[in-house]
């Protein structure tokens, strides 16, 4: 989990992380102080800190994410009915992920995402800068549907309003087995996809669930999954290239300072060991 996830959660307000890390850099930087940094931040030395040019004070306590209830949470559970259609849960109703449908009260706040070049520059740029880039491109496309899937294979579905509500709605920011986004027409399933910027789930992770989707009788004659799919494996098995070079070249060096620092009576044994055997 990243840090500006961290801060949301335990935030008793659940601030947009984004924006508690911008103050958490100021808090970190402050020498002087021996507050922690909610006390710092809301009743300490930082509380009349107003970073206008990063995150305004307004901003910062106008953006707060929501977190369901235990009940709130029920509205937003889907079921599976005997025709293999999605439909909620609290009334029966076919599921429908059409923006003219919603009808929450939460007000949008507009996310800022960080610019990339995509996957094409893999070699230039890392895994999260691609990773954001497929989020950006996403939302702009209208994918606002999100879901996730807790460890026990409930979904949830709702309507992501960025810095309001987002995936770590769902369940409180606990732990969960696949988010992303999603898409059904009259309660059938029509896409997926594993982009969340909370739950950077595994693939194989998705995999599971989309398993489950199946053995549970879910309709997927029409499903679609995402091609982001097929990008986030290739950063899987990029990042574990990546991670089996590096821990090569340690051991290499690790060898090498042990060679390098051989004790005098070890150092005479290795260079006997290297003479070539005398001839009988």
């Known amino acids: 989990m990243g840090l500006e996830y961290f801060l949301e959660l335990v935030d008793h307000k ?117 990773f954001n880039q497929l989020m950006r491109r996403s939302l702009q496309k209208g994918h606002k549907w999100i879901f996730v899937c807790d460890r026990a294979f409930r979904l949830y579905i709702g309507y992501k309003q960025a810095g309001a509500f987002q995936h770590s709605s769902f369940l409180h920011g606990s732990r969960v087995l696949a988010a992303g986004q999603i898409k ?19 693939t194989a992770n998705f995999r599971a669930f989309v398993d489950s989707l199946r053995e549970n009788g879910v309709d997927m004659s029409r499903l679609s999954i995402s091609r982001s799919y097929a990008i986030l494996v290739g950063l899987e098995a990029y990042a574990h290239t990546k991670h089996t070079v590096q821990a090569a070249g340690r051991a290499v060096e690790g060898q090498k300072e042990r060679l390098l620092h051989l004790h005098p009576d070890r150092m005479k044994e290795e260079q006997q060991r290297d003479q070539p055997a005398k001839s009988r």
């Not at 931040?41 to 509380?47: I, R, S, Y």
């Open 184 to 202: 059904v027409k009259r309660g059938q399933l029509r896409r997926l996809s594993p982009l969340s910027g909370h739950y950077r789930c595994k």
């Open 14 to 130: 659940h601030r947009h992380g984004s924006n508690l890390r911008k103050y958490h850099a100021h808090w970190q930087r402050d020498t002087n102080t021996n507050q922690n940094f909610f006390y710092w931040l809301d009743h300490g030395d930082g509380k009349d800190l107003d970073l206008v040019d990063e995150c305004s004070r307004a901003r910062l306590e106008q953006m707060q994410v929501r977190y369901l209830s235990r009940e709130e949470r029920l509205n937003y559970l889907v079921r599976v009915d005997a025709e293999g259609l999605l439909v909620w849960a609290k009334n029966g109703e076919r599921v429908w992920t059409k923006d003219e449908l919603y009808k929450d009260s939460e007000q949008y706040i507009d996310l800022a995402f960080h610019h990339a070049r995509g996957p094409a520059k893999l070699k230039y740029v890392n895994a999260n800068i691609i």
